[in-house]
């Protein structure tokens, strides 16, 4: 049976940097089979209350040319338009309250977004605390039923479409591919793709120094399919999951690695051998995806991240970035990113 705890949004506040020194301190490898080995298997539930690319640019001074700008679907809109934020209560709103439970389709093993932590097991991070957001507002209750699934980065859009989950918030990118099979929210945070590799690694940048390297991604990330187009003579390599990668090359069966630049800086976190190479090479935005059919649904959700960026420093998106993802993606001392501005359909 899946392990089924219970914790409130005050709880999930109060998981304190000691989880994220304990996690740091196990280091490299054994830091992440520590992640991996209290990971559910994929596709189980943990149970809690509580467009086109452009052509590349020419490298910059450090070797790293831009492969895609925003991207632009081919009916003219950004990829990132989503539809207006309104409180419907249409059939996947009430479906959900009915049932008075979430299911959510989560990533456990990436650092500052979605994992379990090694000293408690309780899954945290900045996708987890819009997760508990949407779900009080669905559910209209501080203390929400949700039923975390673990799910590949490869059945993402399976797991929407077969109806196994209500919604999936897993550090999942917005594309104008992606919009033909699921849905999206509005923006909750941009990045782009960024090569990650031991300090000590021959490749220095997106071009030819990548040559005869194996390079590894997620099954049907936007890594992937950047790596299938401009491969810069390297050995590709899929793993199902980017921590997957991370463990291939800290075992040595690959050279490097490519992901989102948020997730990449919480690889580094977890293995301070390795580094981000250059800038990102992309622009990215993710949302909160959802099956195609339930509209509804994403306009609640998108009302949702309306209260949720608004308020500035005070707002709950930047109560979350300044408890996950400070010293990490931007310094200690440097104010929070600031949420995206969200893009609707009309």
Not at 15 to 39: M, P, Y
Not at 99 to 110: A, K, P, T
Not at 119 to 130: C, N
Not at 295 to 317: F, I, K, M, P
Request: hydrophobic share 40%; with cysteine; proline share 5%.
């Amino acid at each position: 049976m899946p392990r089924t705890t219970k914790r409130s949004r005050a709880g999930s506040r109060g998981r304190s940097r000691d989880a994220r020194a304990l996690l740091l301190a196990a280091g490299g490898l054994a830091l992440a089979g520590a992640v991996l080995a209290g990971s559910l298997p994929d596709g189980t539930d943990g149970h809690r209350k509580a467009g086109k690319h452009a052509v590349a640019e020419p490298a910059d001074e450090h070797g790293v040319g831009t492969v895609a700008e925003r991207e632009t679907c081919d009916d003219g809109r950004d990829a990132a338009e989503s539809y207006p934020a309104e409180r419907v209560e249409g059939s996947a709103v009430e479906e959900i309250q009915d049932r008075g439970q979430l299911i959510v389709g989560i990533d456990q093993n990436s650092y500052l977004w979605g994992y379990r932590t090694p000293d408690t097991g309780e899954i945290v991070g900045f996708d987890i605390d819009l997760v508990e957001a949407i779900a009080e507002d669905l559910l209209d209750t501080p203390d929400p039923d949700i039923v975390f699934r673990a799910i590949p980065t490869s059945e993402r859009i399976n797991a929407l479409q077969d109806g196994a989950v209500d919604m999936v918030v897993r550090a999942m990118s917005i594309t104008c591919e992606r919009w033909e099979h699921v849905a999206f929210s509005t923006a909750y945070f941009e990045t782009g793709q960024q090569l990650l590799a031991p300090r000590n690694s021959p490749i220095d940048g997106f071009d030819a120094s990548m040559a005869g390297q194996r390079v590894c991604s997620a099954e049907g990330s936007t890594a992937a399919e950047l790596l299938a187009r401009e491969s810069n003579g390297a050995d590709l390599v899929t793993a199902p999951n980017h921590l997957d990668c991370l463990v291939q090359v800290q075992l040595g069966e690959a050279d490097a690695l490519m992901t989102d630049a948020a997730l990449g800086a919480g690889h580094v976190a977890q293995d301070p051998s390795m580094e981000l190479i250059g800038e990102p090479l992309t622009e990215e935005s993710y949302g909160v995806a959802f099956n195609a059919e339930a509209t509804d649904l994403v306009a609640w959700v998108n009302a949702v991240l309306e209260d949720y960026r608004e308020g500035g420093a005070q707002s709950r998106w930047t109560a979350a970035a300044e408890a996950r993802l400070e010293g990490y993606l931007y310094g200690e001392n440097e104010p929070p990113p600031s949420p995206p501005e969200p893009l609707y359909r009309n």
